[in-house]
Each structure stands twice: as C-alpha cells, then as structure tokens.
T-cell receptor
Framework: GNSVTQMEGPVTLSEEAFLTINCTYT??????LFWYVQYPGEGLQLLLK?????DKGSNKGFEATYRKETTSFHLEKGSVQVSDSAVYFC????????????FGSGTQLTVLP | DGGITQSPKYLFRKEGQNVTLSCEQN?????MYWYRQDPGQGLRLIYY???????QKGDIAEGYSVSREKKESFPLTVTSAQKNPTAFYLC??????????????FGPGTRLLVL
C-alpha cells in the first residue's frame, strides 16, 4: 500500500534557524507529493507541491525536492520565523480515478523568538 | 472570494444522536472529500465524491453517511453508530477533471465533541 513517514516532533527552533522536516514515502506508482501546513484551530493550507521526480516545490521561503531515488520529499527553510509555528503534513496522491491523499502523521514546529 | 466553508465551527453531540456537518464550496470543483483528524495524528479519509450523485467509502466510513445532491455541497452525517466521534473534521475539494488536478483545498474544519 501507499504510506508517508514523517520525522516525529515536536521540533523546537530559535528564530532564524535552519529547518528540515524529513518525509519519505512508499507508493506503488509515481505519486505527486505535497506539503500542507495547519495553524492552530484551522484547516490545512497547501504549502507546496511537486508532481514528478527532481521537481522542486517552493513557497514562502520553504522548499522541497522530489527525490525518486531516495523516495523522499524533505521540507527545508533557511531562516524560520515565529509565524512559521504550525503543524506540517507531508502527503501523496497517485494517478487514478480517486486521487486520494495519503498523509503523514504531521510534525509540530515551534519557533521561539 | 472563492473557497470552502464548513459549519458549525463547534458541534456537540449527545449519546444516540445523529448530527450533520455542512461543507459548501464555490470553486466549481467536481470532487469533494471528508477527512477525520485525531490529536497528534494525520488525516484519514471518510468518504469522497467525484461527481454529483456519486460517492465512495474511504478508509473509515463506518458510522458515517454522506450525500452529494448538488455540486457545491457535500454534507457529512455522524450517526449514533459511530462510537468515538470526537475529532476534528475537515472537508476538501479538488477540480477532479482530466488531466486530473489533484491538489485538494481544505475548509476551516468542524470540531465535534460528545456530551
């Protein structure tokens, strides 16, 4: 089956620190990969995505590269801000009629001033 | 502004009671989804619908029911058969047309609590 594994949190960083949240996947085909962010008490917002190998998704200073050889899609940001504190979800979807999302368990990030 | 709305934000259910969560979208999306989120966990798919008058069970459909009578609406009913309904419920939609646009957009969620 399909699955997504994220590094366990919580992750606590100081402002302006470098962020990496690891994400690896198992899929039967060629998935599209996503990072979603969830702020406290809210729904999920799409942060970035990549649809094929070696694609790099980027948004708001966050980046992730689709690595087929290592089945990974690690999220990075060079300098985090307090406002980046949230839960981050890695997810995948496969070609097919349903296009269902398979989510990782989420990683809580807290950025301290 | 286009988007997805969910209501109510908080919902309380008594034992043996059915409750219905609303989800409306004005994005003209064909596909809609319901997910359940438990504390510290990822999202699990309850039901999804790719077109009007059609829907399929997801991974945890037991104790839930849905309808899709209109393109913009996909209400979820939590029945008395769902023994552990306390969770955060998220609705999502996607274009769902070939070439498939798989990006899903989420509503703000409804938190269901059992009295």
């Amino acid at each position: 089956g399909n699955s997504v594994t994220q590094m366990e949190g919580p992750v606590t960083l100081s402002e302006e620190a470098f962020l990496t949240i690891n994400c690896t996947y198992t899929a039967t085909g060629y998935p599209s990969l996503f990072w979603y962010v969830q702020y406290p008490g809210e729904g999920l917002q799409l942060l970035l995505k990549a649809t094929k190998a070696d694609d790099k998704g980027s948004n708001k200073g966050f980046e992730a590269t689709y690595r087929k050889e290592t089945t990974s899609f690690h999220l990075e940001k060079g300098s985090v801000q307090v406002s980046d504190s949230a839960v981050y979800f890695c997810a995948l979807t496969l070609s097919g009629s349903a296009r269902q999302l398979t989510f990782g368990s989420g990683t809580q990030l807290t950025v301290l001033p | 502004d286009g988007g997805i709305t969910q209501s109510p934000k908080y919902l309380f259910r008594k034992e043996g009671q059915n409750v219905t969560l609303s989800c409306e979208q004005n994005l003209n999306h064909d596909a809609m989804y319901w997910y359940r989120q438990d504390p510290g966990q990822g999202l699990r798919l309850i039901y999804y619908s790719q077109i009007v008058n059609d829907f399929q069970k997801g991974d945890i459909a037991e104790g839930y029911s849905v309808s899709r009578e209109k393109k913009e609406s996909f209400p979820l009913t939590v029945t008395s058969a769902q023994k552990n309904p306390t969770a955060f419920y998220l609705c999502a939609s996607s274009m769902g047309q070939a070439p498939y646009q798989e990006t899903q957009y989420f509503g703000p969620g409804t938190r269901l609590l059992v009295l």
